[in-house]
């Protein structure tokens, strides 16, 4: 079983759920529940993955807090 992590935004102008992999191509999909969005996902990168396990231009490694002052 293949896992990927997917970066997850709320579109604050829609309310829509955003979801993409960083550095997969074409990996994103946005819906109206999380539940839904990972449904979309799923499918999103099994039909990438019929043209074969893609060179990912970039890893997720995590995230950072920035503080300022």
């Not at 992590?5 to 604050?12: G, I, S, W, Y």
Request: aromatic share 8%; proline share 6%.
């Amino acid at each position: 079983m293949k896992h990927y992590t997917a970066v997850v935004e709320r579109d604050p102008d829609t309310g829509l759920y955003v979801g993409y992999v960083p550095g997969f191509p074409g990996a994103h999909s946005q819906s109206e529940t999380l539940d839904e969005l990972n449904r979309n996902l799923q499918e999103v990168i099994a039909i990438l993955l019929e043209d074969g396990e893609p060179r990912l231009e970039a890893e997720f490694v995590g995230i950072q807090t920035v503080q300022l002052g």
